[in-house]
């Protein structure tokens, strides 16, 4: 089976995942500082970050040399990395993690790349189940929007152009992110992943992720007081929409 039962370290994982645009990066930093001026060490990770296959991945992508296989191996080999470095051993010492994707991502790209599922799970194998694992789910015209409202381009891969989908970025993205998004719905029902409405508000969203992680963190340590919550950890800071 992919993905270990529940671990009995005394930390907590928390995961987000979800297509790019859905804000799963925007909610996983608001929850972070929350968690930090809330008294509580936190560690945090992401997604195709570790040192050893930066630059092999810079270059292969530069140059469109993977294929969809190649791609999950280093994609494996970073997580297996990340896994052992910068998950487990706070996750030993009593840490709040938070991973910014995980073995799911996985699950989700690399069979909308075509890979094989019952293979790409069998390489995650040795993935600690996390605590609380949330999706951001989006519709494409959403995600669509934010990203091109936020900068020029679309990128590459995340459109999915080494597929070969269509020469327009914007119509791969739509072609690719939707089989990413019905492989997300399989990962979903399979993993038990807590499913959240991507499309509301940045407040709303942020207001649902607290309480879901309130029930995680009981018995868990924390190491410096609560502090009085800044402006950042409010979810009435003006400008937050
Ligand atoms: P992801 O990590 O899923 O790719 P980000 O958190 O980086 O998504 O958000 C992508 C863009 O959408 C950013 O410009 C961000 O400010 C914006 N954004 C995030 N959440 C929302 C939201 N709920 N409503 C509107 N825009 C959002």
């Given at each position: 089976?992919?993905?270990?039962?529940?671990h009995s370290f005394p930390g907590?994982?928390?995961?987000?995942?979800?297509?790019?645009?859905?804000?799963?990066?925007?909610?996983?930093?608001?929850?972070?500082?929350?968690?930090?001026?809330?008294?509580?060490?936190?560690?945090?990770?992401?997604?195709?970050?570790?040192?050893?296959?930066?630059?092999?991945?810079?270059?292969?992508?530069?140059?469109?040399?993977?294929?969809?296989?190649?791609?999950?191996?280093?994609?494996?080999?970073?997580?297996?990395?990340r896994h052992e470095r910068s998950?487990?051993?706070?996750?030993?010492?009593?840490?709040?993690?938070?991973?910014?994707?995980?073995?799911?991502?996985?699950?989700?790209?690399?069979?909308?790349?075509?890979c094989d599922p019952a293979w790409?799970?069998?390489?995650?194998?040795?993935?600690?189940?996390?605590?609380?694992?949330?999706?951001?789910?989006?519709?494409?015209?959403?995600?669509?929007?934010?990203?091109?409202?936020?900068?020029?381009?679309?990128?590459?891969?995340?459109?999915?152009?080494?597929?070969?989908?269509?020469?327009?970025?914007?119509?791969?993205?739509?072609?690719?992110?939707?089989?990413?998004?019905?492989?997300?719905?399989?990962?979903?029902?399979?993993?038990?992943?807590?499913?959240?409405?991507?499309?509301?508000?940045?407040?709303?969203?942020?207001?649902?992720?607290?309480?879901?992680?309130?029930?995680?963190?009981?018995?868990?340590?924390?190491?410096?007081?609560?502090?009085?919550?800044?402006?950042?950890?409010?979810?009435?800071?003006?400008?937050?929409?």
């Open positions: 089976m992919a993905i270990h039962d529940p907590r994982l928390i995961v987000v995942e979800g297509i790019d645009g859905s804000g799963k990066s925007t909610q996983l930093s608001l929850l972070q500082t929350f968690l930090v001026s809330e008294g509580y060490d936190v560690s945090f990770t992401e997604w195709n970050s570790s040192p050893i296959v930066k630059d092999t991945t810079k270059r292969g992508k530069k140059k469109n040399l993977f294929s969809p296989t190649t791609f999950s191996l280093i994609h494996a080999t970073d997580f297996a990395d998950i487990l051993p706070p996750l030993q010492a009593g840490l709040i993690v938070l991973a910014d994707r995980y073995a799911y991502t996985a699950f989700a790209r690399d069979a909308a790349r075509g790409i799970r069998n390489l995650y194998d040795f993935a600690t189940r996390p605590d609380l694992s949330l999706y951001f789910k989006v519709d494409i015209d959403t995600a669509v929007a934010r990203i091109t409202g936020g900068r020029i381009q679309l990128k590459f891969h995340e459109a999915g152009m080494d597929l070969g989908l269509s020469p327009d970025p914007i119509t791969s993205f739509r072609v690719f992110q939707n089989r990413v998004l019905e492989e997300y719905d399989r990962v979903a029902d399979e993993f038990g992943l807590t499913v959240l409405d991507g499309g509301r508000s940045v407040v709303e969203q942020q207001r649902e992720m607290r309480k879901l992680v309130k029930p995680i963190l009981k018995g868990l340590r924390r190491t410096h007081a609560p502090r009085t919550a800044p402006a950042s950890a409010t979810l009435h800071a003006t400008g937050t929409r």
